[in-house]
């Protein structure tokens, strides 16, 4: 919707749904037997993920962009963990369904042109993100991403550009990321 055609003020509401495909590793029944103390097997049982997506985007004049994100999937796959009832010794990993996954996020960027020759661009977003299964419910901790893209143009063959990149350290379950940025 063009809000404002004069202004360059535009709002867009987007929803998909998608349904993923199954990959016949997950759903055959075998058991990989690798390593002597853990062996891997297939769930025919499995049910098809689906997910739905919701995004709103707010655009201010050329200068300014502001995005809503939400995402919402049933019957992800994940692996769960187990050992084996007849050897104590002996653990397997088995695809389930999750009950649910979804994300949740806000993303902002401004761009403008300082001068003549410097053009800057800069961008902040944070997302979220919440599983649910069986067997836990889990809030991950909120990432949160910097960005910073500079072009320069002194003259029509003479140029360059700076880019800085900064990502929050997060965690889920029971795997951790560390902080991490580079110029």
């Known amino acids: 919707w063009m809000v404002s055609k004069k202004k360059h003020l ?10 993923d495909e199954m990959p016949y590793r ?22 098809t993920p689906d997910n739905d997506q919701f995004m709103l985007q ?3 004049g050329r200068h ?6 939400y995402n919402y999937a049933q019957n992800n796959i994940y692996y769960a963990h ?18 649910f996954e979804e994300y949740y996020g806000l993303q902002m960027e401004l761009h403008g042109d300082p001068t003549k020759w ?8 944070l997302l979220n993100r919440h599983i649910s299964s069986p067997t836990l419910s889990n809030h991950g901790k909120p990432v949160m991403k910097l960005d910073w893209n500079n072009s320069f143009n002194w003259s029509e063959t003479f140029g360059g550009s700076l880019f800085a990149h900064w990502e929050t350290g997060t965690s889920l379950e029971n795997m951790t990321w560390r902080p991490v940025g580079h110029l």
């Open 58 to 60: 707010f655009t201010g």
């Open 118 to 125: 410097w053009t800057t661009k800069g961008s902040i977003s």
């Open 82 to 99: 187990g050992i084996d009832g007849s050897n104590l010794a002996v653990t397997y990993s088995r695809p389930e369904n999750s009950n």
């Open 64 to 69: 300014f962009n502001l995005m809503l994100l």
């Open 26 to 47: 997950v759903i055959n029944g075998y058991h990989n037997t690798d390593y002597a103390n853990h062996y891997t097997m297939g769930n025919p049982s499995l049910k």
């Open 10 to 19: 535009s709002l867009a509401l987007t929803y998909q749904h998608s349904m």
